[in-house]
T-cell receptor, first 112, second 112 residues
Framework: DAGVTQSPTHLIKTRGQQVTLRCSPK?????VSWYQQALGQGPQFIFQ???????QRGNFPDRFSGHQFPNYSSELNVNALLLGDSALYLC???????????FGEGSWLTVV | DAKTTQPNSMESNEEEPVHLPCNHS???????IHWYRQLPSQGPEYVIH???SNVNNRMASLAIAEDRKSSTLILHRATLRDAAVYYC?????????????FGTGTRLKVLA
């Protein structure tokens, strides 16, 4: 049973560029959420997707957008990258009626 | 949003019990208490969760105060592999919401 998988694991981008991160949820899970974790901090909720729609959003600017596909996989897009966007980006999935979310290993983004 | 307060760091000797405290004085009646831990360079890992009653699983025990304003994660015999950042999280069960609010967690150091 595959867990939550994310790609790429590491990437480096330049300020002003755009990045797309990908996530495949745990088998059988239909709800995906994204978190940003800056160095030394706890993860911060970005948004959650269910039935291909954004259902809830944290305090992040519109530069952060996402998408969920019919197979429940998801993408996180960040436009006009800033140095402060450098962080570990975590994807988490759960069953719609479930109590527990499961995290992937994350994608390390460095903006230079 | 409800928030949690945890000590920044704790130390324990190997094979001794560890009690990790968490205060959540603004908890609402529908908030579940979740604990996750994060090992270096990994995504958060589910440990345990509860609502009102104490809970046990193969990893740990969760003791919840009667007024629910605090809880304690208990590792019965700490091992070196338990060295991690432990997060106490409240999950809002209100309809349409499903986000975890992470604090900075407690960094547990296990001494051999």
């Amino acid at each position: 049973d595959a867990g939550v998988t994310q790609s790429p694991t590491h990437l480096i981008k330049t300020r002003g560029q755009q990045v797309t991160l990908r996530c495949s949820p745990k088998s059988g899970h239909d709800t995906v959420s994204w978190y940003q974790q800056a160095l030394g901090q706890g993860p911060q909720f970005i948004f959650q997707y269910y039935e291909e729609e954004e259902r809830q959003r944290g305090n992040f600017p519109d530069r952060f957008s996402g998408h969920q596909f019919p197979n429940y996989s998801s993408e996180l897009n960040v436009n006009a990258l800033l140095l402060g966007d450098s962080a570990l980006y975590l994807c988490a999935s759960r069953l719609r009626a479930g109590n527990t979310i499961y995290f992937g290993e994350g994608s390390w983004l460095t903006v230079v | 949003d409800a928030k949690t307060t945890q000590p920044n760091s704790m130390e324990s000797n190997e094979e001794e019990p560890v009690h990790l405290p968490c205060n959540h004085s603004t908890i609402s009646g529908t908030d579940y208490i979740h604990w996750y831990r994060q090992l270096p360079s990994q995504g958060p890992e589910y440990v345990i969760h509860g609502l009102t009653s104490n809970v046990n699983n193969r990893m740990a025990s969760l003791a919840i105060a009667e007024d629910r304003k605090s809880s304690t994660l208990i590792l019965h015999r700490a091992t070196l592999r338990d060295a991690a950042v432990y997060y106490c999280i409240l999950r809002d069960e209100a309809p349409g919401t499903y986000k975890y609010i992470f604090g900075t967690g407690t960094r547990l150091k296990v001494l051999a």
